[in-house]
């Protein structure tokens, strides 16, 4: 009885205390705000324009690539998961069993996999492009500045090195 109590009393807890708040992606310049499509108005430095282009590409590929192994790994899983019934036919008076499959299904969900780590790297590289951007408009140096950083990682604290 006790744990049928405890544990929803734990995932509750992990609800209320697991979630992070992500705002809006905008720019703010003198007060005002601007969207992201509107990049133009607030960046006047070539090299920052440059960095912003670069940016937006790198994210465009890395949302291409993360819906497309997103839908591919869903329906993988959804194939497997939900296509599991053993199949009974009769020929001639003889019962045979057919079981589902999924080699198709697993192809799908690691391929999936793949390009959801395809899409990865070019994420990062348009938030680093993006800080480089903002950097630069600011009139700061875009040198390599290697530091590390101590953050909250959901329910615990996590220290890295950001280079």
Not at 6 to 34: A, C, R
Not at 117 to 127: C, D, E, K, Q, R
Request: a positive charge; proline letters at 3%; glycine letters at 10%.
């Amino acid at each position: 009885m006790k744990k049928q109590i405890l544990l929803p009393i734990i995932l509750l807890s992990q609800i209320f205390f697991g979630q992070v708040t992500l705002e809006k992606n905008t720019l703010v310049k003198d007060g005002q705000t601007y969207k992201m499509s509107q990049y133009e108005q607030v960046f006047s430095n070539p090299k920052a324009l440059a960095y912003v282009k670069k940016s937006r590409n790198n994210g465009t590929f890395a949302t291409i690539f993360g819906i497309a192994g997103g839908a591919a790994v869903g329906a993988g899983l959804g194939n497997i998961i939900f296509n599991n019934k053993t199949h009974r036919q009769q020929v001639m008076g003889y019962t045979f069993e057919t079981k589902p499959d999924h080699s198709v299904a697993w192809l799908v969900t690691g391929i999936g996999a793949g390009l959801i780590a395809i899409g990865v790297p070019f994420a990062v590289s348009s938030a680093k492009n993006m800080k480089k951007a903002i950097l630069a408009e600011n009139g700061e140096s875009t040198a390599f500045q290697p530091y590390f950083k101590v953050e909250s990682a959901g329910i615990g604290f996590a220290f890295s090195y950001n280079f």
